[in-house]
């Protein structure tokens, strides 16, 4: 198992432990779930910071330090992502399907 995997399974396994006691899982549980995962990204891992660096200097000509610069892209994407508004809500019946999405502004949590 790769190394973003176990960070990422290991940061929605904390925030699961939380609703150990429910029975089921509500929306907001599982966009918080969804959010744990995607800070767990954040950092990325040396072998994505490698591959960035390869891409951008083989194609693009960037910056001398093209791991940084790899990291630093890598990282203002995944801010992006967190920081993103008018995300929209799941809505999820009793048997685990998706039976609608509603466009909502949470704003940063």
Known sequence: MSE???RVALAIAKEM???KD???AEVHDLQLLARRAIEAMREPTAA???KGAEFTKDDFG???DFQGYAKDCWQDMIDAALKQQGTPDLII???GEITNIILTNH???
């Open 93 to 95: 019946n009793e048997r």
């Open 107 to 109: 704003g940063p949590r």
């Open 17 to 19: 432990a939380a609703y």
């Open 4 to 6: 973003m995997i176990k």
């Open 48 to 50: 994505m910071v490698e």
């Open 62 to 64: 960037c910056p001398e």
């Open 22 to 24: 429910s029975p089921t």
